[in-house]
Each structure stands twice: as C-alpha cells, then as structure tokens.
C-alpha cells in the first residue's frame, strides 16, 4: 500500500475520534447543564411557593385571632341578653355588625311572611332581592376583613413576623414535593441586608451558589426580607450525570492513544526499516571494495602468465593485509552494535590519563592524514585533571571516529581545520573536537546518534559508512556515565563535546 494512502487513512480515523471525544465532551456538557436548570427551577420554584405559605400561615393567624375575639364577643352578648339592664351591646361594633348580619339572613324568612297570599312572581323578586342585599353586605364585611388584614397583620417588625423554624419547614416540605432532597442551609436578611437568623448547621460550602427569596413581597420595602438558601452538595448533585460519560470519555481517549502510538510505531518502524535499507545498500559496498582488491590480488597470485617479482609479491601482500584489515574492520563495527542493543558488550574500564590517549591517537594515526590533505590539527590538551575510569580500547575507538567524521565530512576546496581541546569543568573532564566541516543541519541534530542515520551529504557521494559510528560514541560513553553533546551550523563546521567523570587526584 502506498505511502500517501497509508497516511489518509490514519489522518481520518484521527480526524474521526477527535470528533467523537468533542461530540461526548459536548453532549456531556449539555446533560449537565439540562440538570443544572432543571435543579434551579426546582429550588425557586420551592422557595417562592414557601414564600407564599409563610405569608398565608400569617393570615391564618390573624383570622383565627379575629374568630377568637369574635366568639368571645359572643359569649359575651349571649350573657347581656340574660341581663336585660345591660346595653353593651350598642356600644360594640363587633356585637352591631352581627346583629346586621343576623337580621339579614332573616330577611329572606321575613318577606316570605310579608301577606298572606302573594303572588309566585312577587315572592321570587323578594327573595332574589334578600339574596342579593345579604351578599352585597357579605362581600362589604370581607373587605373590611382584608383591608384590616393588610394594615394590622403587619403591623409587627421584620424579626417579629419571621418564624425560622416554620420557614425552614416550608422550605424543606415544598423541596421535596419538588424532588430535590439534598441538604441545605439558608440565612434570614433584612430588606437592608442585615442578618436577623442563620441555621444552627449552618455550613458554608457551596454559598457561592445560593439562591435568594424575597420575604412578604407585598408589603412595604421595610416591612420586607429575604431568605438565602445554598446546598453543599449542589456541584456534586449536578456534575453527577456527567460520571455517567467518564466511562466512554476515558474508554475513547484510550483508544485515541492507542492508535496514535499505533501510528507512531507505524512510522518509525517504517524509517527504520528505510534506515536498514541503506545500511545494507551501504554495507555491501563497503564490502565489495576489499572484496573485490581481494579477488584481484588472488587472481594475480594465480595467473602463471604474469611474472612475479619480490616488489610485486610484497605490494601484493601489502595490498591484502590492508583490505583484510579494513574487511575486519568493517565486520566488527557490525557485530559490536549487534551487542549494544543488548547492553552485553564487556568493557573493561582502567585509569587512564585522557590527555594522553588523546595525544597519542592524534599523533598516530590522523596527524599525517590530516597534512596530507593539505590541512592542520591543532591541539589544546590543557585538562588539570585529566585522569578518567575509562575501557582504554573504546575510548580511543571514540576519539578516533569523531576525528575520522571530521576528516570525511570536510568542505571541497577548503583547508580542513581540526581543534581538539580538553579542560576541567564542574569537577568532570571536558573533550571537544571541532572542525571546519560541512556543518550538519538543525533537523539532522535530533536523529544523528541513532543507529543507521546517516546525513544527507548532497552531492559528496565519497563519503561511506554504515550509520553506526556515532551511535557507537553515545552508547560506549553512556555506559561509562558520561554524556556527548554536539553543536554544529551547516557550512561552518561542527564541535562534538564528550563530558566525563574525573577521578580524585
């Protein structure tokens, strides 16, 4: 499958779960929002209608103080009509408006006594008149009532008319026949804010929420209060619909993750196996070169036609000891990062003075090589203590290839300059190799010490190798506790800086 089709398919199932996480991030937003509402319509809902019972509790009250007043009026009148010297009873409003209204509910009896013989349509205009004279007084004694209701019922202070304990047993009847059951606390105010009652249990979490009623709307602002009621568990109540989705929220991010990785793997599996490709592309030839010098010395050896002197056999020794070397080399180098995957490679670490080996691997090997091609090594081993617990073998293996990268990767047409310098810093031994070169590019810097990368070089097709050499410098320093760090700018050169423990002097 191609490349591009592979990507089109991951971008829309990404593309598709990405959608369906905000869909239920939505719909669970919504669910707890409906339930939110649907709690503050409840709990208004409540407080006004206890609002209202409070208000009409006090009506009661004051008609059931009327009525008592009223039969004692009467028992009293009944015991004046035993004393027919008392005349008490025209003096008493109360006792007058009862005599009216006993009178009234006479009248209808009294017209139908009015002659003895009256006509069907003259009694029924009687009656219907009598009826309407008694309700007329009725409606005009009810009246009187409210309007007494209205200025006497409240004629008491705020505090006065308040009854704490038979509002909050409003507040939590109606809460209930609303369906809300959670436990709540509330405070008693004055119109001018000031707080007059507060529940014994009273509990302050969660009256950033609180909702608020107003006391005897009808009466005059002074006259007026407020209710505040809030519920600790309010948040827990209305974000608990949303524990319903958690399942499915966190079941498909994980499932999001798991393909994202899936596609990850996918990737990098698919670069290594490119990277793997080259390798062996790489390897072979580098191994048909001594390969093919091999075969070439073998062939000569074994043609009888051409004739043999002691400077052709000693230039033809020469020329297989230096190709076997190189081959073995080359099979090493391979075989070792087979065992550094594995961490099983055997080091056998000794104290060394770093300066030293340094000196000695410029000295021996590169010095000369670097003159050859017409450029200078310069070197400032100036460490105060330079002594390292180091393997002695790889650690000039590790010298040796960062020199040798400097030497492969230097710029046509300019003289290659090589730095290598050591100091102490932070109690550890500093070695940097700097050199002119052709720099190696920002995105290149992340990938360099992995195993088979190699840099594109553009069109310096010279330069071999497997991918394996820096790997090698990471891996061997690691596990001798150190660390590599490498600065370069593409087209000015690259310093590769290795930072080792020290050993006490």
């Not at 490498?486 to 050169?493: P, T």
């Given at each position: 499958m191609k490349r591009w089709v592979l990507w089109l398919i991951s971008i829309g199932i990404g593309v598709s779960f990405v959608v369906l996480l905000l869909l239920q991030s939505q719909y669970t937003g919504m669910m707890v929002k409906m339930r939110k509402d649907q709690f503050d319509e409840s709990v208004k809902r409540s407080l006004d209608q206890a609002s209202h019972d409070l208000e009409r509790n006090e009506t009661f009250n004051y008609l059931e103080g009327v009525v008592s007043n009223y039969v004692e009026d009467l028992t009293q009148l009944d015991t004046e009509h035993e004393n027919p010297h008392s005349n008490n009873v025209l003096g008493n409003p109360m006792m007058m408006g009862v005599q009216r209204f006993d009178?009234?509910?006479?009248?209808?009896?009294?017209?139908?006594g009015l002659s003895q013989r009256p006509s069907l349509a003259m009694s029924s205009q009687q009656f219907q008149m009598a009826v309407r004279n008694a309700y007329l007084y009725q409606k005009d004694i009810l009246n009187e009532v409210i309007y007494s209701i209205l200025?006497?019922?409240?004629e008491g202070s705020f505090e006065e008319r308040i009854n704490p304990k038979l509002l909050d047993a409003c507040i939590r009847t109606n809460l209930e026949q609303n369906g809300v059951?959670?436990?709540f606390h509330f405070t008693i105010l004055t119109s001018d804010g000031r707080e007059v009652y507060r529940c014994t249990d009273y509990d302050a979490?969660?009256?950033?929420?609180?909702y608020t009623q107003t006391l005897f709307r009808n009466d005059p602002s002074s006259k007026m209060g407020v209710v505040r009621v809030?519920?600790?568990?309010?948040?827990?109540y209305v974000f608990g619909v949303a524990r319903l989705m958690v399942p499915a929220l966190v079941f498909t991010f994980v499932l999001f993750v798991t393909f994202m990785f899936t596609i990850y793997l996918f990737v990098r599996q698919r670069k290594i196996n490119e990277m793997k490709n080259d390798f062996v592309n790489n390897m072979t030839h580098e191994f048909k070169t001594p390969i093919a010098s091999l075969s070439l010395a073998a062939q000569m050896l074994a043609d009888e036609s051409v004739k043999k002197t002691p400077a052709m056999y000693d230039n033809l020794g020469k020329v297989i000891g230096t190709e076997t070397k190189r081959l073995r080399y080359q099979v090493e180098k391979v075989l070792q990062m087979s065992l550094y995957d594995h961490d099983n490679i055997a080091l056998k670490p000794v104290e060394l003075n770093a300066d030293e080996l340094v000196e000695n691997v410029i000295g021996t090997s590169f010095a000369l090589k670097v003159e050859r091609m017409g450029g200078m090594i310069e070197a400032q081993l100036e460490a105060e203590n330079p002594n390292v617990y180091f393997d002695e073998m790889h650690l000039t293996n590790v010298v040796s290839t960062l020199l040798d990268n400097a030497v492969k990767y230097c710029r046509d047409g300019v003289a290659l300059q090589l730095k290598v310098r050591s100091w102490n810093q932070g109690g550890k031994y500093h070695l940097s190799i700097s050199d002119n070169g052709i720099g190696i590019k920002k995105e290149d810097l992340k990938r360099i010490f992995e195993k088979f990368y190699r840099v594109h070089t553009g069109n310096q097709h010279n330069v071999k190798g497997f991918g394996l050499g820096l790997a090698y410098v990471k891996n061997i320093v690691r596990q001798q506790k150190g660390a590599v760090k490498v600065?370069?700018?593409?087209g000015q050169g690259t310093t590769f800086t290795i930072i080792l423990p020290t050993l006490k002097s």
């Amino acid at each position: 499958m191609k490349r591009w089709v592979l990507w089109l398919i991951s971008i829309g199932i990404g593309v598709s779960f990405v959608v369906l996480l905000l869909l239920q991030s939505q719909y669970t937003g919504m669910m707890v929002k409906m339930r939110k509402d649907q709690f503050d319509e409840s709990v208004k809902r409540s407080l006004d209608q206890a609002s209202h019972d409070l208000e009409r509790n006090e009506t009661f009250n004051y008609l059931e103080g009327v009525v008592s007043n009223y039969v004692e009026d009467l028992t009293q009148l009944d015991t004046e009509h035993e004393n027919p010297h008392s005349n008490n009873v025209l003096g008493n409003p109360m006792m007058m408006g009862v005599q009216r209204f006993d009178t009234l509910n006479m009248m209808p009896r009294l017209s139908l006594g009015l002659s003895q013989r009256p006509s069907l349509a003259m009694s029924s205009q009687q009656f219907q008149m009598a009826v309407r004279n008694a309700y007329l007084y009725q409606k005009d004694i009810l009246n009187e009532v409210i309007y007494s209701i209205l200025y006497n019922a409240s004629e008491g202070s705020f505090e006065e008319r308040i009854n704490p304990k038979l509002l909050d047993a409003c507040i939590r009847t109606n809460l209930e026949q609303n369906g809300v059951t959670l436990p709540f606390h509330f405070t008693i105010l004055t119109s001018d804010g000031r707080e007059v009652y507060r529940c014994t249990d009273y509990d302050a979490k969660g009256e950033e929420n609180s909702y608020t009623q107003t006391l005897f709307r009808n009466d005059p602002s002074s006259k007026m209060g407020v209710v505040r009621v809030h519920f600790p568990e309010r948040n827990k109540y209305v974000f608990g619909v949303a524990r319903l989705m958690v399942p499915a929220l966190v079941f498909t991010f994980v499932l999001f993750v798991t393909f994202m990785f899936t596609i990850y793997l996918f990737v990098r599996q698919r670069k290594i196996n490119e990277m793997k490709n080259d390798f062996v592309n790489n390897m072979t030839h580098e191994f048909k070169t001594p390969i093919a010098s091999l075969s070439l010395a073998a062939q000569m050896l074994a043609d009888e036609s051409v004739k043999k002197t002691p400077a052709m056999y000693d230039n033809l020794g020469k020329v297989i000891g230096t190709e076997t070397k190189r081959l073995r080399y080359q099979v090493e180098k391979v075989l070792q990062m087979s065992l550094y995957d594995h961490d099983n490679i055997a080091l056998k670490p000794v104290e060394l003075n770093a300066d030293e080996l340094v000196e000695n691997v410029i000295g021996t090997s590169f010095a000369l090589k670097v003159e050859r091609m017409g450029g200078m090594i310069e070197a400032q081993l100036e460490a105060e203590n330079p002594n390292v617990y180091f393997d002695e073998m790889h650690l000039t293996n590790v010298v040796s290839t960062l020199l040798d990268n400097a030497v492969k990767y230097c710029r046509d047409g300019v003289a290659l300059q090589l730095k290598v310098r050591s100091w102490n810093q932070g109690g550890k031994y500093h070695l940097s190799i700097s050199d002119n070169g052709i720099g190696i590019k920002k995105e290149d810097l992340k990938r360099i010490f992995e195993k088979f990368y190699r840099v594109h070089t553009g069109n310096q097709h010279n330069v071999k190798g497997f991918g394996l050499g820096l790997a090698y410098v990471k891996n061997i320093v690691r596990q001798q506790k150190g660390a590599v760090k490498v600065e370069s700018e593409q087209g000015q050169g690259t310093t590769f800086t290795i930072i080792l423990p020290t050993l006490k002097s």
